[in-house]
Structures are given as structure tokens and as C-alpha cells.
């Protein structure tokens, strides 16, 4: 019988193999992998590029949890087997999370069904899982959640060459533990850091003096507000980061404006908070290209030029008329995404995003809707919700325009709360109609998205100039299974 090595597909190099393998699912992959040393092999990159580990569980008041010694023999047996020769060299990313508790996820049938108890030695499975972290050479992401990190941890990351995306969830210190900063430098390009605790003790001002300030491209830091409003001593010049990301608190809050004076290069801010004290005008973020964040700040960045791409959460048309108001609108803002309430929304608004953003391609509103009850006399009724589609912007006679040379846009009205019928099929507008309309009065449009709760029209342009895709649901059901693919519909 002839050998695979042999054969015609033995031959095959097995650079294209990878190639191959790239399109296939994992099952496939792990089928074919036992076929043939060849395949074994090829496989590895994509089987082994992935890690998770999981040393401990975390039960009440923090205490923490180990299974039974079998259980842990298992997952050191799970280790050595990674951090073997044949194997470390493909893991691209990892995972290390402690569970919060030992029902709250299946970890695997053995963890599931074992007891946890509280251990006097918590770092009976993590020692070991970083004092062998040098054996993934080509490490690339790591992500730590409800991990307490020791002096010799921190080290081994920080020797990680290869190491690119660091992000930590709820991470601390290991109590009593005692970090070298200045003998430490984490060479990333990326880092996170989420801390959902409203205290002054999560850790972020002994992590920020680890970044290298030269490999530091992007930021997102979720975090007690004083931690960054107190320690600006304490906050570095990141000369190269382009993209912020600041969220404090649950529901927002405020933040120390002149924290981002230490961000010269940021080209990218997204933020749920507000500056600490009423500011007009700032060189701060002098290179700002996109934001996202409150609308009560905009008016903070619609004055620099380079803005292109404005992002705003669920507001009023009233506070975002007056933010507008006083700012002369840049003329190369091309993208603009912004939620109302139904409150006093109207076609005001709209008719302001026209001379403000003249120039704008891209478009898209939200309404929301909050019906309190059947009883409930000023939310329109969701099930005649063409009504109020044709009063916000379907009917063509209402003395408003949009940019002329928009190209893609997207409407959606959200009622929340409210009691449907699922299968209630309601009367739309004519679609063929508002298609021919838009086309007409806009001849730059690729794409629409029209999402009324209970229906959903969409419709796109090919690269050749004809419109295809055109999909109409008139039932919830329907819209529902449409807004499925509606990021991939969106993204193409």
C-alpha cells in the first residue's frame, strides 16, 4: 500500500496545506490530524494556538477554592502537555481565569462535579502555570481574570518578547506581595484594564509604570474615577498611543480633563464620562479622528478639524441641538451615529445633522420608544409603528433633507418593554416607493437599513450599480431573524 508520503497529496508542500487548513472547522481539523503524521503536524498551528487555564475558583469574601487532588493532578498533567516542546511553540494566546464560583461554570466534567474547598496554598496550580509561561515563545494575547499576581508573575510576562494584547479583568495583587516596577517593563502594544469595584485599591498605578511608553499603542481603562482624577503625577506622557478607551464607574461619571493632555497622538476616545469642570475650548487631543461618548461633550470636540467619526449613546434632541448650536459644523465629518429618546424628537434634529455634517457618507439614528404598560397613553402604539416612521421621516413631504451625498444610512425605532404579538403582520409603507424616493433625491446611497421593532426593510448596491439584497419583513418574527445578519449586512 502506498505510503501518504508518498502519494500525489504527500507531496503537496506544507505551506499550502496551512492554507487549506485555515477554511476548515476545528472538528474537521482534529478528524484529519489523526490520519497521518503529516497532518499531525500541519494541524498543530491551529489546534494548539489556544490556551486556557483555570488555577483556582473564587468563593465567598474572595476565599480561595481548589478541587480535589486528582482534579488538580490533572490540570498539571493539561500543563505539561502545552508546555511541551512539540506543542508551546503554536500557542498564540491564553486565557487564566479564576472561576467565582465552583457552580458557576463547567469547567471541564471532572470540575464540574467535584467539591471545591478552601486551600491554604492558592498557588498550588498558578506557580506552576507561569514558572513554565517562558515555554510559549510565540505569545501573542494574554488575559487574566480574578487573578491575584505575584512578584515572579509579573516577571514572566514581562519576559514574553512576543507579547502584544494584555488585558485583565478584576485582577489584584497577591496579598502581601510586593512589585519591583522599575526592574519590570511590559512591552505591549495593547492593554486593558477592567476593574468593575468602586475602590482606590485596584491596582491600575502599579501597572501603568510597567508599559513601555515606546510599544504602547492602545489603552482602555475601566476604573475607579479618582484613581485617574487624584494620581496625575503618577501618569506618564504616552507619546504613541492612538486609541483611549476611559470608562469609569457603572453608569459614568466624571474624569480629570487634563489627563488626556497626556495623550498627544490619540486619534481614537471613547469614554461613558464627562470632564470634571465645564470646558469649552482645549488643545487636548489635538489629532482627534473619532470619539465616542456623552452627548453633553461634544461640543468639546466638534471643534477640531480632523474629526471625522462621531459616536453618541441614548440623548435628547434638545441637549443635542444645543451642543451643536455655537459650533460651527466641521466639514469633513463623515460618519455619525447618535440614539434619541422619543421625547420632544422631531424632525428638528435631523434637520440639523444637514447643516452641521454637510459632507457626512455614513448615518445612523436610533429612537428609542419606553412603552410603561398597555394603560400606558403617550408611547405610540408599536403595532401601527408605520405611523410614527412616516412622522420621523418616510414621508417624503416633510421640508427636511439629509446630505446629499450620504451613502450609507441606517433608521431604527426601538420600542422597549413594549407587548407585542409576535406574529402581528402590520401595514408598512409601500417600500418600493420610499426605495425610488431615496434613490432620487439621493443618488450617492449604497446602503439603507430601515428597522421599525416590527418590521425591517433593507436594501444595498452592488459594485455594479444595481441594488440587490432588497428584504422586507413585516412581522417580529421575521424582522427578528433579519437583524441576525445585519453586522455582516453592515460591514459588506
Known amino acids: 500500500m502506498e505510503s501518504f508520503k508518498d502519494s500525489k497529496l504527500g507531496q503537496v508542500p506544507n505551506e499550502l496545506w496551512l492554507d487549506i487548513f485555515r477554511y476548515l472547522p476545528r472538528d474537521t481539523i482534529e478528524t484529519i490530524s489523526l490520519t497521518s503524521s503529516t497532518f499531525r503536524d500541519v494541524s498543530r498551528p491551529f489546534l494548539f494556538a489556544h490556551f486556557d487555564f483555570h488555577p483556582y475558583a473564587v468563593g465567598k469574601a474572595g476565599a480561595i477554592l481548589l478541587p480535589p487532588n486528582i482534579v488538580i493532578d490533572e490540570a498539571l498533567e493539561r500543563l505539561e502537555f502545552y508546555t511541551s516542546d512539540d506543542i508551546a511553540r503554536h500557542v498564540r494566546s491564553c486565557k487564566i481565569i479564576a472561576w467565582q464560583s465552583p457552580l458557576w461554570r463547567k469547567i471541564g466534567a471532572a470540575w464540574s462535579s467535584c467539591k471545591f474547598s478552601v486551600t491554604d496554598s492558592p498557588h498550588t496550580l498558578i506557580a506552576p502555570f507561569f514558572a513554565r509561561l517562558d515555554k510559549f515563545t510565540g505569545l501573542q494575547s494574554f488575559h487574566a481574570e480574578e487573578i491575584h499576581f505575584t512578584q515572579s508573575a509579573v516577571a514572566s510576562l514581562c519576559r514574553a ?8 479583568v478584576r485582577c489584584t495583587f497577591a496579598a502581601g506581595e510586593r512589585i519591583d516596577t522599575p526592574s519590570l517593563h511590559l ?6 484594564y477592567l476593574h468593575d469595584e468602586f475602590s482606590l485599591k485596584d491596582g491600575i498605578g502599579l501597572w501603568i509604570p510597567l508599559l513601555r511608553l515606546d510599544t504602547i499603542r492602545e489603552l482602555e481603562l475601566t476604573c475607579n474615577p479618582n484613581i485617574i482624577g487624584e494620581s496625575m503625577g503618577s501618569v506618564p506622557l504616552f507619546p504613541l498611543v492612538h486609541t483611549l478607551t476611559i470608562t469609569v ?59 471625522t467619526h462621531l459616536a453618541i449613546p441614548q440623548c435628547s434632541p434638545r441637549v443635542f441641538i444645543e451642543q451643536l448650536n455655537g459650533n460651527q459644523g466641521p466639514s469633513n465629518m463623515l460618519s455619525l451615529r447618535v ?15 444637514r447643516s452641521f455634517f454637510p459632507e457626512l457618507k455614513e448615518l445612523l439614528i436610533g429612537v428609542f420608544h419606553y412603552d ?19 412622522m420621523s421621516f418616510i414621508k417624503l413631504g416633510e421640508p427636511f433633507t439629509l446630505p446629499i451625498g450620504l451613502e450609507r444610512m441606517m433608521f431604527t425605532w426601538i420600542i422597549k418593554y413594549a407587548v407585542v404579538r409576535s406574529s402581528y403582520r402590520i401595514e408598512v409603507p409601500a417600500f418600493s416607493d420610499v426605495h425610488d424616493a431615496l434613490v432620487r433625491r439621493y443618488p450617492a446611497l449604497t446602503t439603507v437599513w430601515l428597522d421599525g421593532h416590527n418590521f425591517l426593510f ?24 433579519m437583524r441576525k445578519g445585519f453586522i455582516r449586512f453592515w460591514s459588506n
Open 458 to 481: 433593507c436594501w444595498r448596491k452592488s459594485l455594479y450599480g444595481h441594488f440587490e439584497g432588497k428584504c422586507v419583513a413585516t412581522t417580529r418574527v421575521d424582522a427578528q431573524e
Open 339 to 353: 440614539a434619541f429618546n422619543s421625547e420632544g424628537f422631531d424632525t428638528k434634529a435631523i434637520r440639523y445633522i
Open 161 to 168: 518578547s512576543s507579547l502584544a494584547d494584555f488585558r485583565l
Open 249 to 307: 464607574g457603572g453608569r459614568g461619571g466624571s474624569y480629570n480633563l487634563s489627563v488626556l493632555s497626556h495623550f498627544p497622538a490619540v486619534e481614537v476616545f471613547s469614554t461613558n464620562a464627562s470632564p470634571d469642570s465645564p470646558v469649552t475650548v482645549s488643545t487636548v487631543l489635538p489629532v482627534l479622528r473619532q470619539y465616542a461618548g456623552p452627548c453633553e461633550t461634544i461640543a468639546l470636540f466638534l471643534p477640531r478639524s480632523t474629526l
Open 372 to 390: 410603561r404598560g398597555p394603560d400606558a397613553n403617550n408611547i405610540p402604539d408599536p403595532n401601527n409603528i408605520h405611523n410614527m416612521i412616516a
Open 187 to 192: 512591552g505591549v502594544s495593547r492593554f486593558s
